[in-house]
């Protein structure tokens, strides 16, 4: 199989990128994106339901802990991605092109988190907080990715692998408000909060370290996606990628070895025992969450690379476009139908409005897939069509 090393593409870049490749990439965007409003409306309606993490499988509720399971995907594909099309953004553009582009969209990212995001939810926490999400993770690990893609290949596989497998040993390190270090360490690893002047609070939920891992892991394996490459062969690796992954997982989870808080038999409930396996930390992630997640991503990718030009990928590819559109647009359509139900029924439970059953959820999710896909398919073609237009390429 043909691969292009770093220094060919910096010294010839590629304007012609398959179609045929992008649409696989972009139709496991899709998937993300159908999966994580799911998750997201269970935080609209469902507010007050305790998530602990990992889920406590003696207490959750069953189709709770499986939609979160299902949802505990989208994070790590994502970043994963994010990756991946940072290294195919650099096949067209020089370093310098590729590292300026990084910067500037993760410091985009970050005002967006900070400056839209936050605020969407300060009619219902009580004190003003800056959540630090997935959002401002990616900007952050975009800007760290920029000043890394210089490094040799094999540096920033070697540095990827060690974030993601040996960030855990780091676990017992505990800082606390006050000392010296603390909101470094709050932002690289310890899920906290900052306390900020005015009152303010900043929560690190995604501490960056073992994603930054993730994401030069995707930059990564770009190379199999270059345009020599031949797609039977980067199927062939996806697979074999995906498969290893979830073995490992299996193994290291199975005895208990290493990675994430032991799991343990419920008695007489399978299904418990089930939940209680795959029940793992995600604030920040764990070796053992990362390893079936992004298994699945990368046989969920060898899939869709298997069906390209499908309807069904097709579908999935124009919805999973426009990412950063749909994510935006969908959290501010349920911050609305919120304060519009809280504002028609008024509270019921204390201050807050919520749904009596997480039936209700999956019923707000089947009635809102279609109207929250539409909008973020004319952007998705809007973006194709109008390519003059700098600034859609952020989103």
Not at 44 to 57: F, G, S, Y
Not at 197 to 217: C, D, E, K, Q
Not at 250 to 258: D, H, M, P, S, V
């Amino acid at each position: 199989m043909a691969i292009m090393t770093d220094q060919t593409r910096a010294a010839a870049p590629d304007r012609d990128i398959p179609r045929r490749r992008l649409e696989s990439i972009d139709a496991v965007r899709g998937i993300v994106m159908i999966l994580m409003l799911l998750d997201h409306l269970r935080e609209t309606w469902l507010v007050l339901v305790p998530m602990p993490d990992p889920v406590d499988a003696n207490t959750v509720m069953p189709a709770l802990a499986i939609a979160r399971f299902a949802a505990s995907f989208c994070a790590p594909i994502f970043v994963a991605l994010t990756g991946l099309s940072a290294y195919l953004f650099g096949v067209s553009h020089t370093p310098r092109e590729t590292a300026a582009f990084l910067a500037k969209r993760g410091l985009l990212l970050m005002a967006i988190d900070v400056l839209y995001l936050s605020p969407l939810y300060w009619g219902v926490v009580p004190q003003p907080t800056f959540w630090l999400q997935v959002i401002w993770c990616l900007g952050l690990c975009m800007i760290l990715l920029a000043g890394l893609i210089r490094l040799p290949r094999p540096a920033r596989i070697a540095l990827g692998l060690v974030l993601v497998c040996g960030h855990n040993l780091l676990d017992p390190v505990r800082l606390h408000q006050g000392d010296t270090l603390f909101p470094v360490w709050a932002l690289l690893h310890q899920r906290d909060v900052i306390a900020l002047p005015f009152g303010f609070l900043a929560r690190t939920t995604y501490p960056i370290l073992p994603w930054l891992g993730v994401m030069l892991l995707g930059h990564a394996i770009g190379p199999w996606f270059d345009r020599m490459a031949e797609s039977a062969q980067r199927r062939r690796y996806l697979t074999r990628l995906g498969i290893g992954m979830i073995v490992g997982f299996i193994t290291l989870r199975a005895f208990n070895l290493y990675g994430d808080a032991p799991w343990h038999v419920v008695e007489n409930s399978p299904l418990r025992t089930v939940i209680s396996f795959l029940s793992m930390t995600k604030y920040p992630p764990s070796l053992l969450f990362l390893l079936p997640t992004l298994g699945g991503g990368a046989l969920l990718l060898a899939q869709c690379e298997r069906l390209a030009s499908s309807r069904l990928v097709s579908g999935l590819a124009v919805f999973g476009a426009a990412p950063m559109f749909f994510y935006l647009f969908h959290l501010t359509m349920l911050r609305i139908l919120y304060h519009a139900a809280l504002a028609w029924w008024g509270p019921t439970d204390g201050a807050v409005f919520m749904v009596d059953g997480y039936a209700w959820v999956l019923i707000w999710y089947v009635a809102l897939i279609i109207p929250f896909a539409l909008p973020t398919m004319w952007f998705a073609r809007l973006k194709q069509r109008r390519r003059d237009i700098a600034w859609l390429r952020f989103f």
